[in-house]
């Protein structure tokens, strides 16, 4: 029998690209089928205008009401479907991705993946037959059921985790590594993404992505190599996993020293806080975007998407640069958590092509903190429970995500008639929250250092030695990942 590849970026990579290549034309998707609804006319397009020329010229008198009407309806469809599919998601990435642990990493892979192939096919059959477009919201919940990105990405980093020994700088580069990988590679099919449209319109792009997503859920099942040694799966040992998933997450605080446990939860809620502000604004950009006066077509939603994916690439070689220099982690944080206000200010004065793209230069830096807060957390619990912890950190990441997603869509959708803008000015406001906690963490004078890691490993030994074993044997295949 072949021996397996512990390569998990080639999973990722793909994942990225069949992902990317359907979710910028989600919302436009929604959006014309909306106007079509709304404005019973056939939605306004130009090789050579933007929408907003096009339906001006052809309805002078009411082609502002519907535009206002179709933003307002497509930014709570996005509430919708945020909201329904939001507690399936959340406790199946706590359940899987603990419970990776024991079962192994693949589990919370795979399932998250046929998930995201089963809406890329509903996503399809709705487009092909032009069934109801709320059939989406359904499908996403349906989705939701096998886990989410989030259940992915946790799988993911664990698996990193397991594969890079004590830590330190080689894990935080592994974890920055894969988000370049999602970087990149959703970058070339959000770039793809408006020419595509224009040459095959939305069947060809949902097509591409579920062979690619086909191909990735092979690759997951059949050639990449577990990390974990499964013991025997009785129904006595999945009932005791079970109760084990949640105890190892009580156990991560309650195990280890007072300083440590609150340095944990203040890493936690700058890592939460942080995000809320990122994902909130960068929902609403397509929608924004589409929206007077900006009115971009197809082509320009694509080069602005590509654009924000560039961020994934410079936040990784920031993270790369500055790791190498010795910057201290939690400067490093800063940086990130300013690059994103930065950005987001920009962004909610833009009026313009030209300022909407150049909005995305200071955002160049704002993923580094998501990479580094998570190998410092990483280095703060021990090695039997990395799964614990990267269940947790995917828990709060989805639930941080569909509460953002909610309250910056009720937002824009009251205030899209008087000032779209606002909700990215929000976004820029509410990181002065983990500015704030980040400073508490610097007051406190706390070095994650590996020593300490260690100690931690020392008390769990027990516990830690199949991790031990399956990371040596992993290691044969070290050449693979340099």
Not at 12 to 24: E, H, R
Not at 91 to 97: H, I, S
Request: proline fraction near 3%.
């Amino acid at each position: 029998m072949m021996k397996g590849l512990y390569l998990v970026e080639p999973v990722v990579a793909l994942y990225a690209f069949s992902t990317y290549l359907t979710y910028p034309l989600v919302q436009q998707y929604v959006y014309r089928r909306l106007w079509q609804q709304l404005a019973n006319s056939t939605y306004p397009i130009s090789d050579n205008v933007s929408t907003c020329t096009t339906a001006n010229s052809s309805d002078p008198e009411n082609h502002t009401f519907y535009f206002q009407q179709v933003q307002e309806e497509a930014s709570l469809f996005s509430l919708y479907s945020q909201v329904l599919s939001a507690v399936p998601s959340l406790l199946v990435t706590l359940l899987l991705v603990a419970y990776s642990d024991r079962a192994g990493r693949k589990v919370a892979i795979v399932l998250p993946l046929v998930g995201t192939l089963l809406y890329t096919l509903s996503l399809l059959l709705v487009s092909y037959l032009e069934l109801n477009v709320y059939l989406l919201v359904g499908a996403s919940l349906l989705s939701s059921l096998f886990g989410g990105l989030g259940t992915f990405l946790g799988g993911c980093f664990a698996y990193v985790a397991d594969l890079s020994g004590g830590g330190g700088r080689r894990m935080t580069l592994r974890i920055a590594g894969l988000d370049m990988m999602i970087g990149l590679l959703s970058g070339v099919a959000a770039l793809s993404t408006g020419y595509f449209l224009r040459a095959a319109g939305f069947n060809g792009p949902f097509l591409t992505s579920a062979a690619c997503q086909v191909l990735v859920l092979l690759y997951a099942i059949f050639l990449l190599e577990e990390t974990v040694a499964r013991p025997a799966d009785t129904d006595s040992a999945r009932c005791s996993a079970v109760v084990k998933m949640f105890s190892a997450v009580y156990g991560m605080f309650i195990r280890t020293g007072a300083e440590r446990r609150m340095l944990l939860a203040l890493l936690l809620l700058i890592f939460t806080s942080f995000s809320f502000a990122y994902v909130g604004g960068f929902s609403l950009l397509t929608l924004y975007e589409l929206n007077e006066p900006l009115c971009w077509t197809e082509i320009l939603i694509g080069y602005g998407a590509a654009l924000s994916t560039t961020i994934f690439l410079f936040s990784f070689l920031g993270v790369a640069a500055l790791t190498y220099c010795g910057t201290p982690q939690l400067l490093i944080v800063l940086l990130g958590i300013l690059s994103l206000a930065t950005g987001m200010v920009m962004v909610a004065f833009s009026k313009t092509t030209l300022m909407m793209l150049l909005a995305r230069v200071p955002m160049l830096l704002s993923i580094m903190p998501f990479a580094v807060l998570r190998s410092m957390m990483s280095k703060i619990v021990s090695k039997s429970e990395q799964g614990a912890l990267f269940a947790l950190l995917s828990f709060t990441d989805v639930l941080t995500a569909n509460v953002s997603v909610a309250v910056f869509s009720i937002l824009y959708a009251t205030t899209v008639v008087w000032y779209p803008g606002l909700v990215f000015l929000l976004g820029a406001g509410l990181c002065a929250i983990p500015t704030i906690i980040l400073g508490v963490v610097y007051a406190m004078g706390v070095d994650i250092a590996e020593e300490e890691t260690a100690a931690v490993d020392e008390e769990e030994g027990e516990h830690g030695e199949r991790e031990k074993d399956v990371t040596e044997n992993a290691n044969d295949s070290e050449p693979l990942l340099s």
